[in-house]
């Protein structure tokens, strides 16, 4: 079995600050996790993934994301928020075994006011 | 444009009515999948492809729903008897396992199914 947890619905932040998206995972094996993000009327897109090796994977528009497999947390960062970072973000885990089968978790929308 | 294409857009259709959505991946992908994804949630897995072959299917995909992949190109998503629990957006994704390790999926904009 294989779940991602995103505890936060909604996070409001000021452009010019960090952003930090939460998310934990629970599977029995080793995981693949993967960042995707929606913005309004498109389709998702992929940002980063962290398949093995470095804990802290960069991806694209500027975010990145630790791995930490003692708190099973997988937590989305990005040094600077812009208004045009606006949009859903979705985390989601696979495990290696069945790496088609993504999990996605419920999403959290990200607000930056200008 | 060469994404990944979803036909049609959205779809109203009345309780009981069969419905099929059409799903276009990138040409060289070989691998397919369609998820389902309601208002406030995330996309759930329904089935997957690899080529023409069907090799998973989730236990959400009740007998109402079937889905095709002939000659491993394009896919069909057919609901059945539609129900009003059905309204969704179907998602349909494509990948490539030209490398193993790349895990990432491409999604068209989704079919969005409306039960009256």
């Known amino acids: 079995a294989q779940s991602v947890a995103q505890p936060e619905d909604q996070v409001n932040v000021a452009e010019g600050n960090p952003l930090t998206v939460k998310c934990t995972y629970s599977?029995?094996?080793?995981?693949?996790l993967f960042w995707y993000v929606q913005y309004p009327n498109r389709g998702l897109q992929f940002l980063l993934k962290y398949i093995t090796g470095d804990n802290l994977v960069k991806g694209s528009y500027g975010f990145e994301a630790e791995f930490n497999k003692s708190q099973t947390s997988f937590h989305l960062k990005k040094p600077s928020a812009l208004v045009s970072d606006s949009a859903l973000y979705f985390c989601a885990v696979s495990l290696r075994s069945n790496d088609y089968k993504l999990s996605f978790g419920a999403g959290t929308t990200v607000t930056v006011r200008a | 444009d060469t994404g990944v294409s979803q036909n049609p857009r959205h779809k109203i259709t009345k309780r009981g009515q069969n419905v099929t959505f059409r799903c276009d991946p990138i040409s060289e992908h070989n691998r397919l999948y369609w998820y389902r994804q309601t208002l406030g949630q995330g996309p759930e897995f329904l089935t997957y492809f690899q080529n023409e072959a069907q090799l998973e299917k989730s236990r959400l995909l009740s007998d109402r729903f079937s889905a095709e992949r002939p000659k491993g190109s394009f896919s069909t998503l057919e609901i059945q008897r539609t129900e009003q629990g059905d309204s969704a957006m179907y998602l349909c994704?494509?990948?490539?396992?030209?490398?193993?390790?790349?895990?990432?999926?491409?999604f068209g904009e989704g079919s969005r199914l409306t039960v009256l």
């Open positions: 994704a494509s990948s490539t396992r030209r490398d193993r390790n790349t895990g990432e999926l491409f």
């Open positions: 599977v029995s094996g080793n995981p693949y």
